[in-house]
């Protein structure tokens, strides 16, 4: 009986073998492709025959001028600013009349103090210094008809105010000036001050004014956003992302600060009403202790004083002949001093009594509300002149050592870049700089002549600044400049096909190139028409 033929078995670790083997192959084939893909992305490649992605031009090698430019943003900014104080005058505020964004002109009055209050000063300091002088008077000369004279008339004076006084106590015994008619007073500022926080409170103006510096905010932030995925930016991507990132930090305080004002203002109402409401209640409780009985203790005080103050001069008269040390001449002599000083700052409060606006412009903050206590020094009114305009550079600390006063800047306006640029000029660069969210910025000003453009103060400005000039060098377009990552070079056009070729380049303008070896003058370039980026940032040709 014939046996059937039987299956040949592979061994195992046949098998295992020639499965060891596709997968190495596989790996060998996949880890081609990456290479080649990684070649294409760090080597970019050209269209066949130098043709460009985009329309091109044949420009021939020439000798011309270049220069090296610094590229600033800035802002519109107010040459002529103003913090308004009070020198000497101190008091209550009656009026603000000044609001942010109102237009002033030269003189006219922004914060009104109490001036009833400030004459009634005035009036004390003369009072008390012509008691000193009269003092002084009676010490110093001899006896004589004169002195005797003067002492007459201020005890006449001292009779005039004994009577004063004595009429003061009669007009509060018929009602007049009373705690009642007082507290009638503080009940009608309360309800005012409550209107005042309820109306600013619901004020659609301020909301609207957050909301719009929102919007602003959240457009910046988009816009600068996708800049920073840019992988390895090039240094005007890496310019560009600044400027975005320095706008939208702007926009951000801008945002910030609008907001703080609108809870300052606020707060400003609540605490008049508060102090409205304290005012209310100490005349309640003045009137509840007998306040009454208190302030006509007070005038018949008055009436006590001024009498005795008769008596006083009535018995200098009596003893006017007799003889006094020196010393007290002496003090004599420092009480009038004192006394004439102080009326000389009373005056000068008196005369100050308006915060008036020293030139014609916009206010752009009020710190102040009524009935504040202000003091001399204090800023309450800021404005700038719209009219007077410069602009502000921001530089940061890398740039800031390229500047020099004098130094001429192009100034393109953002909001104009139809018009053509106008001649600036660097001012003054401050000694010191703002550290702005890891960035150390300096606000150099750059003057310019008078343009017929509607500028208003905040809008964008791009500013370009010569650092250094070269003449007659070789020189091809900048969008000619090819980038990969072994350096630079350029399509030469030989017998009529481009010929890729390795050169160096020194200054750069973002127009022409100066060309410090690879090229002869009179060679022919092909130059793209516009710069298409490639990965990494090369430049396609």
């Avoid at 610094?70 to 009026?95: D, I, K």
């Avoid at 009833?116 to 000193?132: P, Q």
């Amino acid at each position: 009986m014939a046996r059937g033929k039987g299956r040949r078995r592979f061994p195992t670790q046949r098998l295992a073998g020639f499965g060891c083997l596709i997968v190495l192959a596989g790996l060998v084939v996949g880890g081609y492709l990456v290479y080649q893909q990684l070649r294409g992305l760090l080597n970019p490649t050209q269209p066949p025959g130098g043709g460009d992605v985009v329309g091109t031009e044949d420009v021939p090698v020439t000798r011309g001028s270049v220069r090296d430019v610094l590229r600033l943003y800035g802002v519109v900014a107010s040459e002529r600013e103003g913090e308004l104080a009070f020198e000497v005058a101190q008091g209550v505020v009656a009026e603000v009349l000044a609001a942010p964004s109102l237009r002033v002109r030269k003189g006219d009055p922004l914060i009104v103090l109490d001036e009833e209050a400030l004459e009634r000063a005035l009036v004390e300091a003369r009072a008390t210094l012509a008691e000193a002088q009269a003092t002084l008077a009676e010490l110093s000369r001899p006896v004589s008809s004169t002195e005797r004279l003067q002492l007459q008339v201020q005890l006449r004076q001292a009779k005039a105010a004994q009577e004063e006084a004595e009429r003061a106590l009669a007009e509060f015994d018929e009602g007049r000036d009373t705690l009642a008619s007082k507290r009638a007073k503080a009940v009608d500022d309360l309800a005012q001050a409550r209107y005042a926080l309820a109306e600013l409170r619901d004020s659609k103006e301020r909301k609207a004014q957050i909301e719009q510096l929102q919007y602003i905010y959240n457009v910046a932030e988009v816009k600068h956003g996708p800049r920073v995925l840019i992988p390895n930016p090039s240094e005007q991507d890496q310019d560009e992302t600044w400027l975005l990132r320095m706008d939208m930090l702007d926009k951000a305080d801008a945002l910030a600060l609008g907001k703080l004002r609108y809870e300052m203002d606020i707060r400003a109402a609540e605490e008049t009403v508060r102090a409205a409401e304290r005012a209310l209640a100490a005349l309640d409780a003045e009137i509840a202790a007998g306040g009454d009985e208190v302030a006509r203790l007070k005038l018949e005080i008055a009436v006590e004083s001024a009498a005795a103050k008769v008596q006083e001069l009535q018995a200098k008269l009596d003893a006017l002949d007799a003889e006094l040390p020196s010393v007290e001449r002496a003090k004599a002599e420092a009480a009038v001093l004192k006394a004439e000083w102080a009326v000389a700052d009373a005056e000068a409060a008196l005369a100050e009594s308006r915060l008036v606006a020293p030139f014609d412009g916009v206010i752009s903050e009020v710190n102040v509300v009524p009935e504040a206590v202000v003091s001399p020094g204090t800023t309450l009114v800021k404005m700038l002149d719209p009219a007077a305009l410069r602009v502000i550079a921001k530089v940061s600390d890398v740039d800031i050592t390229l500047l020099k006063p004098g130094q001429e800047a192009q100034v393109e306006f953002e909001a104009f870049r139809s018009a053509k640029p106008v001649t600036g000029q660097v001012g003054e660069i401050p000694p010191f700089g703002t550290y702005q969210n890891g960035v150390t910025v300096f606000d150099v000003p750059v003057s310019f002549a008078d343009v017929e453009l509607p500028l208003m103060v905040g809008m964008g400005v791009n500013l370009t600044i010569p650092l250094a000039e070269k003449e007659n060098v070789l020189v091809i377009p900048s969008r000619g400049v090819r980038y990969d990552m072994e350096g630079t070079w350029v399509f030469v056009v030989v017998d009529g096909q481009p010929q890729r070729r390795r050169i160096k380049i020194g200054l750069n303008d973002g127009v022409s190139a100066e060309v410090l070896e690879g090229l002869q003058e009179g060679e022919i370039v092909r130059v793209p028409l516009q710069q298409p980026i490639g990965p990494y940032g090369a430049v396609y040709g």
